[in-house]
C-alpha cells in the first residue's frame, strides 16, 4: 500500500495571489490586451495591404511609373508611420496597464477592499497624502522593489494628464479609423462589380461598360492610362488572389482598427473613473 503526501500547502502565496488577483484593474487589462491585438492586427495587415495595392496598382492600372511614383511615396510613407504606431501604442499601452494598476491600488486603498501590496504604497504615497518621511533605519530596511515603485508611484499618480492624453489620442484614432474604412469601401466596390460581371443577370448594364476606375478615388492622376479595368479583365483581376488576398487584408486592420478604438475607451473611462474618486474623495490628494 502505497501512501501518497501532498506538500504543504502555502498560506503566505496564497494570500499574495488573492490580494493580486483583487487588486487588478480587470478593466485596464483586457483594454491593454485589446491595444495590443488591435494595434498589430492593423499595422500587420495593413502593412502588407498596402504593399498588395502597389503592386495591383503598377501591374493592371497604369504601365508608366510617373503616374503612380506619388502613390508609391504616400504608401511607404504610410509604411513608416505604421513602424511607429506600433512602437508608440506597445509603450503607451505598457504605461496605461501600469498606471491602471496604481490608481485602482489607491482607489481601493481608500475604499478599504483590500490592503496595499508593496507597489500600492507608492502610488498611495503620492496620491493619498500619505506619510512621506522615513527615518534612517527605515531608509535602509526598505526593499529595493518598494523603493523602485515608490518612484513610479510618483511619475505614474498623475492620472488626469493620462485622462487628457488618451481623450487627444482616441480623437486622432477615430480619425485613422475612419480613414481604414476608405480602402476597404474601394475593394469592396470594386468586389461588387465584379459580380456583377459574373453574374450578368443581375444588372442591365453590359460586361463592357461595369468598370473600377482607379482615377476616380484618387488613387492616380487623371491623366493616367488605361487608369480603368473593365469587363472580363476586371473579373480576372478579381479572381487573382493577390486581390481577394489585400481586400480581406484590409478588412483585417479595418478590424484590428475598431479594437484599438475600443481599447482606448475602456483606458479613457475607467482613468477617468479613478482620477474622479482620487480628486473627490483623496485625502489631501493633489493633482
Known amino acids: 500500500m502505497c501512501l501518497t503526501v501532498s506538500p504543504p500547502s502555502s498560506p503566505g502565496l496564497l494570500e499574495c495571489c488573492a490580494r493580486c488577483l483583487v487588486g487588478a484593474p480587470f478593466a485596464s487589462l483586457v483594454a491593454t490586451g485589446l491595444c495590443f491585438f488591435g494595434v498589430a492586427l492593423f499595422c500587420g495587415c495593413g502593412h502588407e495591404a498596402l504593399t498588395g495595392t502597389e503592386k495591383l496598382i503598377e501591374t493592371y492600372f497604369s504601365k508608366n511609373y510617373q503616374d503612380y511614383e506619388y502613390l508609391i511615396n504616400v504608401i511607404h510613407a504610410f509604411q513608416y508611420v505604421i513602424y511607429g504606431t506600433a512602437s508608440f501604442f506597445f509603450l503607451y499601452g505598457a504605461l496605461l496597464l501600469a498606471e491602471g494598476f496604481y490608481t485602482t491600488g489607491a482607489v481601493r486603498q481608500i475604499f478599504g477592499d483590500y490592503k496595499t501590496t508593496i507597489c500600492g504604497k507608492g502610488l498611495s504615497a503620492t496620491v493619498t497624502g500619505g506619510q512621506k518621511g522615513r527615518g534612517s533605519r527605515g531608509q535602509h530596511q526598505a526593499h529595493s522593489l518598494e523603493r523602485v515603485c515608490h518612484c513610479l508611484g510618483k511619475w505614474l499618480g498623475h492620472p488626469d494628464k493620462f485622462v487628457g492624453i488618451t481623450y487627444a489620442l482616441t480623437i486622432v484614432w477615430l480619425l485613422v479609423f475612419a480613414c481604414s474604412a476608405v480602402p476597404v469601401y474601394i475593394y469592396f466596390n470594386t468586389w461588387t462589380t465584379c459580380q456583377s460581371i459574373a453574374f ?39 479572381k487573382t488572389a493577390e486581390f481577394q488576398m489585400t481586400f480581406h487584408l484590409f478588412i483585417a486592420a479595418f478590424v484590428g482598427a475598431a479594437a484599438t478604438l475600443v481599447s482606448l475607451l475602456t483606458f479613457m473611462i475607467a482613468a477617468t473613473y479613478n482620477f474622479a474618486v482620487l480628486k473627490l474623495m483623496g485625502r489631501g490628494t493633489k493633482f
Not at 217 to 223: A, I, Q, S, T
Open 200 to 238: 450578368p443577370s443581375k444588372t442591365s448594364a453590359s460586361i463592357g461598360s461595369l468598370c473600377a476606375d482607379a482615377r476616380m478615388y484618387g488613387v492616380l492622376p487623371w491623366n493616367a492610362f488605361p487608369g480603368k479595368v473593365c469587363g472580363s479583365n476586371l473579373l480576372s483581376i478579381c
